[in-house]
């Protein structure tokens, strides 16, 4: 059992700043890739940013030079810092991760997990 739990969301001016945490704990054997996803009302699902296992980032052409994705393997966290937050990035904000679960100190199976989603409200 693997569990991804988010914190950091709220309620911020446009241009401010907030940055999320996503805990995953739980038989991890190994995390992968790590990312964030957000979804406003009447939208889809979109990708925010992602970071694989070696660092390498990618991410949305809306947010590049606004957000930063970063993670700590010690920790099993992933962060996004977001910056010069505006309007059009309130949303609720999922954490995901492709991880490898354990059973018995082995490696067992890879899925994908996510968190239950942040509330980022950027108005004034």
């Known amino acids: 059992q693997v569990q991804l739990v988010e914190s950091g969301g709220g309620l911020v001016q446009p241009g401010g700043s907030l940055r999320l945490s996503c805990a995953a704990s739980?038989?991890?054997?190994?995390?992968?890739?790590m990312g964030w996803y957000r979804q406003a009302p009447g939208k889809q699902r979109e990708l925010v940013a992602l970071?694989?296992?070696?660092?390498?980032?990618n991410y949305l052409d809306s947010v590049q030079g606004r957000f930063t994705i970063s993670r700590d393997n010690a920790k099993n966290t992933v962060y996004l810092q977001m910056n010069s937050l505006k309007p059009e990035d309130t949303a609720v904000y999922y954490c995901?991760?492709?991880?490898?679960?354990?059973?018995?100190?082995?490696?067992?199976?890879?899925?994908?997990?996510w968190g239950q989603g942040t509330q980022v409200t950027v108005s004034s």
């Open positions: 995901n991760a492709d991880i490898g679960t354990r059973n018995s100190g082995s490696y067992d199976s890879r899925e994908d997990y």
């Open positions: 739980g038989s991890i054997f190994s995390i992968y890739a």
């Open positions: 970071i694989t296992s070696d660092r390498r980032t």
